[in-house]
């Protein structure tokens, strides 16, 4: 009996048993694809997650931890230990491996969402993904002082548009501590999603955050000490300290410099960490999580490799005669082991194949609801090679659980499947 027999004879078989083999095909097909998929969702969360901030060579805070400085800075997650004075961040600003300067001040929120107070310049210099500047989705910077320009996701959540009236609070949580409400906001622009906390994030300038405590003392407000907005503006409202300051430097050689002379500055303790360091330690941190979905994807596709064992032998006992019958024709045992081997092999391939049509369609369903809800974009490409080493060992797998079966039906003799009764 010749391997292409052989393989005729698997197409039969497969065909006669077309129903069992279809569940089988699916439950294999369904693995496959949530494997994958979660393996794409990994690999687009680590992306995303390390093209939060790029451009930026340093991140300047007071001194605590680097993964603390990232978290607050870059995810407005948390708080700082303590602010940078307003001497320092000149000092940052002027000094002459220093390209640009970007300050953040946060401690406010509306409505649930952080409140970032900054300059214009962070328009200019705020970059994320692979470079990509930051763009308007409708209005423009702010100019006034009470202006306020919106991520896409405070628009989308809230409902707002160019021109509403938005009250910053005191403090963080869904309502804050105290209001503002003396001196109200309006919206001037909406930016672009990004998919990044730039889109949960509400910007004020630094002289609005001056402006919006000018008559509160000790984190409360002064009793009978209210300033009317229009007076502000004609106020001086030099800040007096930030919460951490965005560097870029001249030169990539100059960073290493740079941060050393901010880790060792004398006028206060501060930390310069570079964000594509801070990033993998903050990835590496989360590694359990990484490792439960990997164990998860396995077992998925072990189970759908069982499920086609447990066919294979439940159909053993029906196909005895078969067996018995291809003996007697001058099939050798090695032969039976081949065609039930050659069997859960084609499984196992036209499984992963499905498996990745699957997925594919469903990347192109949900890709939408994806981006909108979770600011997280999968781009849909070729199979990478781990994809592909993925298949493969799925492929390996089910060949090798065919065995099983298959040496069953080794050990099995022609007298055994001739006394079989109906």
């Known amino acids: 009996m010749t391997f292409g027999t052989i393989l005729h004879l698997t197409w039969r078989s497969l065909r006669n048993r077309r129903a069992t083999a279809g569940l089988t095909l699916f439950a294999l097909a369904v693995s496959v694809m949530l494997v994958l998929g979660v393996e794409k969702l990994r690999t687009e969360a680590k992306a995303s997650f390390a093209n939060t901030i790029s451009g930026t060579d340093l991140i300047v805070g007071a001194r605590s931890g680097s993964v603390q400085l990232l978290l607050y800075s ?14 320092s961040y000149q000092a940052l600003a002027s000094h002459p491996d220093v390209a640009w300067a970007v300050p953040l001040s946060l401690g406010d929120s509306h409505r649930g969402f952080r409140v970032l107070g900054t300059t214009a310049d962070y328009f200019a210099h705020y970059r994320y993904g692979r470079r990509h500047a930051l763009a308007f989705a409708g209005g423009k910077a702010f100019d006034d002082l009470f202006d306020a320009v919106i991520g896409a996701e ?21 309502e804050g501590f105290a209001a503002h409400a003396d001196k109200p906001f309006r919206v001037s622009g909406i930016l672009a999603k990004t998919g990044t906390p730039v889109d949960r994030t509400v910007h004020v300038s630094l002289r609005a955050i001056e402006a919006i405590h000018v008559d509160w003392r000790g984190g409360a407000r002064q009793p009978g000490l209210g300033v009317p907005a229009d007076r502000l503006r004609g106020m001086d409202l030099q800040p007096r ?33 570079l964000p594509g360091v801070a990033l993998q330690e903050l990835w590496d941190l989360m590694g359990t999580a990484e490792a439960a979905l990997a164990a998860v994807s396995i077992a998925v596709v072990a189970a759908g490799l069982l499920g086609m064992v447990t066919m294979l032998l439940a159909g053993l006992n029906e196909r005895r005669r078969e067996m018995a019958v291809l003996r007697a024709v001058g099939a050798r045992p090695l032969h039976l082991f081949t065609l039930l081997v050659c069997e859960a092999t084609a499984l196992a391939v036209g499984g992963a194949l499905i498996g990745l049509g699957l997925l594919y369609l469903a990347l192109m369903a949900a890709r939408p609801l994806l981006d909108a ?28 659980a065919g065995a099983v079966p298959a040496f069953r039906a080794y050990r099995q003799s022609l007298a055994d499947g001739m006394m079989v009764r109906l």
């Open 74 to 87: 870059v995810f407005r997650i948390g708080n700082a230990t303590n602010n940078i004075s307003w001497s």
């Open 154 to 174: 405070v628009a989308r959540a809230l409902g707002y548009q160019v021109g509403d009236a938005i009250v910053v609070a005191h403090g963080l949580g869904g």
């Open 241 to 273: 300290q930030v919460t951490a300051v965005l560097l870029g430097v001249k030169s990539r050689f100059a960073a290493f410099k740079l941060q050393r002379w901010i880790n060792e500055y004398r006028g206060e303790p501060l930390l310069a960490v």
């Open 373 to 400: 809800h979770f600011g997280l974009f999968i781009d849909i490409a070729a199979p990478t090679v781990r994809d592909l080493t993925i298949l493969g060992a799925v492929v390996l797998a089910g060949a090798m």
